[in-house]
């Protein structure tokens, strides 16, 4: 798995970019914590 540290830096460092549009444009969570436990 690439979860180590030192490769999510490496990653994001060369591949990460700023938002083109800087407001946060996520939607509220709908689901419950149950119905998210049932999805995942």
């Given amino acids: 798995m690439h979860g180590s540290p030192d490769f999510i830096a ?3 460092q060369r591949f990460a970019k ?3 549009y ?3 444009m996520h939607r ?3 689901e419950s ?3 998210i436990d ?3």
């Fill in 10 to 12: 490496d990653f994001n």
């Fill in 18 to 20: 700023p938002a083109h």
């Fill in 22 to 24: 800087p407001k946060d």
């Fill in 28 to 30: 509220p969570e709908r």
């Fill in 33 to 35: 914590l149950s119905e």
């Fill in 38 to 40: 049932d999805i995942f």
